[in-house]
C-alpha cells in the first residue's frame, strides 16, 4: 500500500509539473542581452556610435574603405567595349580548377537564365526569339568568344542583354561560361 501511495505521488508530481510548461513562452534567459539586442531607429544618432572627438554618430555606419564582403572578389575589368575587347585577348581563365565545375548545375543555370533567349543548343534559336519578343541573339558558333569574355558579357551584359549579376554569385557566372564553351565547342 505505501509502495502504491509512492507511486501515485511521484506520478501526480510529474504530471503537475510538466502541465504547467508551456511551449509558446520561453524560459527564463539568462543575460537576455545577449540574446536580444538593443534595437536602434535606422540612420538615428546613438552613442554607441560617438567619434572620440565627440561628434555624434549614426546607427547605419557606412563601410569602411576599402573593404569588401565575406566571400566576394573584385572583378578588376570595367564595363567598356575596350575592356569586353581586352578580355578576348588576354583570355582570362577561370578560377574554378575541372573539380569545382559542376556541369549539371551549370546546366540548370543556363537553363534558367540564358536557355530563353540563346536557345538550349546556343544556337540563338531561344523561346523569345522564336516568337519574335527579341531579335539578332547571335549563335555561339558564329562568335569569338572565351570563357573570360563570356563572364564579362554575364556582369555587366551587352546590347540587349542586362546583367545577370544580381542573380548569379560569381561561382555561377563561372559555370554558365563553362558551360557555353561546351555547348558552342557542340556547335
Not at 106 to 118: D, K, Q, R, T, V
Not at 121 to 138: A, I, R
Not at 139 to 146: F, G, P, Q, T
Request: aromatic share 10%; glycine share 8%.
Amino acid at each position: 500500500m505505501k509502495s502504491l501511495l509512492k507511486i501515485a505521488f511521484v506520478f501526480g508530481s510529474i504530471v503537475s509539473l510538466s502541465s504547467c510548461k508551456d511551449d509558446l513562452k520561453p524560459n527564463y534567459q539568462y543575460m537576455p542581452n545577449m540574446y536580444e539586442s538593443v534595437a536602434y531607429e535606422t540612420y538615428a544618432e546613438s552613442d554607441a556610435f560617438n567619434s572620440p572627438t565627440g561628434e555624434k554618430g549614426k546607427e547605419g555606419q557606412v563601410p569602411a574603405e576599402g573593404s569588401i564582403k565575406r566571400g566576394f572578389v573584385p572583378y578588376e575589368y570595367p564595363n567598356t567595349p575596350e575592356a569586353l575587347a581586352a578580355i578576348k585577348v588576354i583570355n582570362p581563365k577561370s578560377p574554378l580548377d575541372s573539380t569545382q565545375v559542376d556541369m549539371k548545375k551549370a546546366e540548370e543555370l543556363y537553363g534558367i537564365y540564358c536557355a530563353i533567349c540563346h536557345g538550349s543548343e546556343g544556337n540563338g534559336k531561344g523561346k523569345l526569339v522564336t516568337q519574335e519578343k527579341f531579335l539578332g541573339v547571335p549563335s555561339y558558333a558564329d562568335r569569338v568568344i572565351n570563357e573570360g569574355s563570356i563572364f564579362h558579357v554575364v556582369t555587366y551584359g551587352l546590347n540587349s542583354m542586362g546583367s545577370h549579376a544580381n542573380q548569379l554569385s560569381q561561382e555561377e557566372r563561372w559555370l554558365v561560361a563553362a558551360y557555353v564553351m561546351q555547348l558552342k565547342s557542340k556547335l
